[in-house]
């Protein structure tokens, strides 16, 4: 398991769980490391957690990668993926989704 050994990274760590509880450890695991990347640090722990948590679901879990090799653009892209996404997020026991708005969110939570 990562390490949490600063507040932040605790802050994290506590942000996943809440997140995504029902995640397997194999999917856990790499999403708690990706949320230490140094685009991150300047989000809050529970964007951060999300923002990595989709990005890896994105890519391991959809076909995004695939249709982006086949010359689909990005937000086409994802657009096709956004169910897929929303449904693992759902399996991991996530009440978040991709396309519903926080509290206190001027975005439509469209990552």
Known sequence: M???NT??????IR????LIPLASYADFEPIALAVRARHMR???PRDAAFLATIAHIR???TDYDAL???G???DSARHFVADEIDHVLENWG?????????PNDDQTGTV
Do not use: F, G, M
Request: glycine share 0%; hydrophobic share 30%; no cysteine.
């Open 42 to 44: 300047d989000l809050a």
């Open 72 to 74: 689909y653009d990005e």
């Open 59 to 61: 890519h391991n879990h």
């Open 7 to 12: 507040p932040r990274q605790k802050a994290v």
């Open 15 to 18: 942000a996943l769980r809440e």
């Open 94 to 102: 996530s009440s978040r989704r991709l396309a519903s708005p926080q």
């Open 2 to 4: 990562v390490k949490a």
């Open 68 to 70: 982006r090799d086949e």
